[in-house]
């Protein structure tokens, strides 16, 4: 019996980034308007997998997930054994524009999601024009610290558990058993201090509460999309955010979490779809 | 619900927690005593290697224990409803929403967080019929 492959494919290319060589995992599917796709901090690539398959989105888009340095199949920089990992505005920034400046982008469409919804907020407001539209998923100007992030990666506690347990919640109770433990997988086999190193950006290095003013959704829409469950970045957190931004939308998804993409994508897809249908509308 | 009813419910832990194998086999490294509190209700959990061994109400003198977890009653009652609304549905949410809280040596907790985590939905869904 024939075995039926995805349409998924996986490449890898080697950036410079912050002036040292990053090995960098870039894998896509699909057609048309590029789709840049952020995963969230301690994950990888793989929470894209569903819009990567699914041929009402991959007709229209070419959807590519890459992994950050130090996340999924992304080696971290040569020297990593010798340092702390952490994520910076700037270093997130610039890996993001050096990806779509490899794969020779024409203004792609962005999805990011938690932290990559926090970095669509930067790039609407410095880096609009190298954008057609930007959608923050679980998207937040700022956020107050809920735990001590020192809990994940220390040698008493084990840090795939911890990890993964600390996220746990953050899955809607709704989502279906078997898309909820791949999306906490994820969180497992990240490695040491990753997560934390993440969080760096998240929690200390990305209050944009100045910047939400400066975006311009005349020049790059911004549609905003939260789960109800998320109590991480919560739907109070995204609608203040909105109200900040003159033309964003956004939009509460019932019965989601922190992660719609890849803990309930049947479910996403009922409010992905009709952001995606408006970005080919405008194209 | 009212914290005597919490206590109730956590009185049932050794049957919801022991029957099943891969709880117990996820906390076989931990042996230890928590308290769980629900108002002013304190209730003392002890865990041989990932089985309950002991569930009591207090109130205790001089009962040592490792990290507690205390929530409001009302908010106990909501975190077991089978199908909880936001902010109830884990105990680190409702720690982010104000009505609970860890306290104590909170290393064999996160060492431990996902077992813990799931002894206390144990009762999820079997309480008052939501």
């Keep these: 019996m024939a075995v039926e492959f995805e349409p998924i494919v996986g490449r ?3 950036l410079t980034l912050s002036g040292r060589k990053c090995r960098i995992y870039i894998e896509e599917a699909g057609r048309g308007i590029p789709l840049l796709c952020l995963h969230t901090a301690g994950s990888d690539g793989r929470q894209y997998r569903h819009l990567m398959t699914d041929p009402a989105v991959t007709d229209n888009f070419r959807v590519i997930a890459f992994d950050l340095p130090w996340h999924g199949k992304s080696n971290p920089p040569v020297g990593f054994h010798d340092e702390e990992y952490r994520l910076t505005t700037a270093t997130y920034t610039e890996a993001i524009l050096a990806v779509a400046e490899a794969l020779d982008l024409d203004r792609p469409a962005l999805i990011g999601c938690s932290m990559g919804g926090r970095i669509v907020l930067h790039l609407a407001a410095h880096h609009a024009d190298r954008f057609r539209a930007l959608i923050g998923v679980e998207c937040a100007d700022h956020q107050t610290s809920w735990y001590d992030t020192t809990w994940l990666n220390r040698p008493d506690v084990h840090g795939g558990e911890i990890c993964a347990a600390m996220v746990s919640g953050l899955v809607a109770p709704q989502s279906p058993e078997e898309f909820r433990w791949e999306t906490l997988w994820g969180y497992m086999q990240s490695g040491p201090g990753v997560f934390k190193g993440d969080l760096y950006f998240y929690r200390e290095d990305s209050d ?5 003013p400066l975006i311009d959704t005349a020049r790059c829409p911004i549609y ?11 739907p109070e957190d ?3 955010t909105a109200a900040g931004i003159p033309g964003a939308e956004a939009v509460i998804m019932k019965e989601q979490g922190h992660f719609p993409m890849s803990e309930n994508p049947a479910r996403f897809r009922e409010y992905i779809l009709p952001v995606l249908d408006r970005i080919r509308s405008t194209a | 619900m009212t914290g005597e009813e919490v206590a109730a419910v956590l ?3 050794p049957e919801l927690v022991n029957a099943r194998a891969p709880l117990v086999n996820r906390g076989r490294f931990f042996s230890g005593e928590f308290l769980v509190e629900a108002d002013a209700v304190p209730i003392h959990v002890k865990v041989q290697e990932g089985r309950i061994a002991a569930v009591e109400t207090g109130p205790f003198r001089m009962r040592a224990w490792r990290f507690a ?3 409001e009653a009302q908010a106990w009652g909501r975190f077991w409803e089978r199908m909880p609304e936001p902010g109830y549905h884990d105990v680190i949410a409702m720690c982010r929403l104000g009505v609970a809280r860890l306290e104590g040596d909170l290393q064999p907790l996160m060492a431990n967080l996902r077992y813990v985590k799931e002894v206390l939905e144990a009762p999820r869904g079997t309480v008052g019929g939501r």
């Design chain 2, 11 to 13: 009185a049932r832990l």
């Design chain 1, 238 to 240: 995204t609608e203040r």
């Design chain 1, 208 to 212: 944009f509460r100045d910047r939400t």
């Design chain 1, 224 to 234: 905003l999309l939260t789960g109800e469950y998320d109590y991480s970045c919560t």
């Design chain 1, 12 to 14: 890898y290319a080697t």
């Design chain 2, 69 to 71: 977890v205390r929530a």
